[in-house]
């Protein structure tokens, strides 16, 4: 969303945050893919929330990863409902925060700040970003480190 923002997208209409919640898949930031799968072993014995500082109903109420993946095991519906609350707060989040960095007319930097993020590579040069990713946003006028 971010690239595509970039280069003149303003809006979107995306079933990403409910069909990834299905997989038993959470959005977060950092290190791509910016994905935590909860069902992945990781999450089996982990007491902290998908996101900390998070608003989502789960994060704030302090449902664990691990809470969600045994009820994801379990088939409870209820899991998938509470990923997709977070997953929508994420991306609302993502939203307002690139808004604010165009308002503020520093959305060049965000996005080297999110590729950077995304990106970090070996030394935090980010010499592990896709072509096309750089491709995209040096068509969109924005060059990266």
Known sequence: MVVCTALGVDMYDCVYPTRTARFGVAL???KAPGTLRIKGRECLQDN???QAGCGCQPCREGISKARLQALLKANN???VELITQHNIAYMMNLVRSMRQAILEDRFPD?????VADQYPGKNGGGDD???WVADALNAAGISLP
């Open 28 to 30: 977060v930031p950092g």
């Open 48 to 50: 902290k929330v998908i």
């Open 77 to 79: 519906p209820i899991a």
């Open 110 to 114: 965000y996005v080297r700040k999110f």
């Open 129 to 131: 970003t896709p072509a």
